[in-house]
Nanobody
Framework: QVQLVESGGGLVQAGGSLRLSCAAS????????MGWFRQAPGKEREFVAH????????YYADSVKGRFTISRDNAKNTVYLQMNSLKPEDTAVYYC????????????????????WGQGTQVTVFS
């Protein structure tokens, strides 16, 4: 069992930056692929980025590539999402998620492919 708690959301002007954090419980954090998803009002939850168990591989949605960076610190059981050049269309609730390693990594995952979820943190970008 993995418990996830996100933090770092907030209100930011377009062009600004935010850094989200996700703290995980459990001794097996380093064995999980960690991901970030987001859900805007009236829309389905969508994939943003994920990072493999070691942090050596990352994969991004096209909509955030070049602006967002996912990273992890296995010693701190924490995964991060650095968000730069934010746009109003990035406004959403951002969720941290975990899944067991072993699945194909370089493809956009459906939310159902992830096993554990945090409660979400709101990011609002205004123009």
């Amino acid at each position: 069992q993995v418990q996830l708690v996100e933090s770092g959301g907030g209100l930011v002007q377009a062009g600004g930056s935010l850094r989200l954090s996700c703290a995980a419980s459990g001794r097996t954090f380093s064995s999980y692929t960690m991901g970030w998803f987001r859900q805007a009002p009236g829309k389905e939850r969508e994939f943003v980025a994920h990072i493999n168990y070691s942090g050596g591989s990352t994969y991004y949605a096209d909509s955030v590539k070049g602006r967002f960076t996912i990273s992890r610190d296995n010693a701190k059981n924490t995964v991060y999402l650095q968000m730069n050049s934010l746009k109003p269309e990035d406004t959403a609730v951002y969720y941290c998620a975990a899944r067991r390693s072993g699945r194909y990594f370089y493809a956009t995952p459906a939310p159902s492919e992830y096993d554990y979820w945090g409660q979400g943190t709101q990011v609002t970008v205004f123009s």
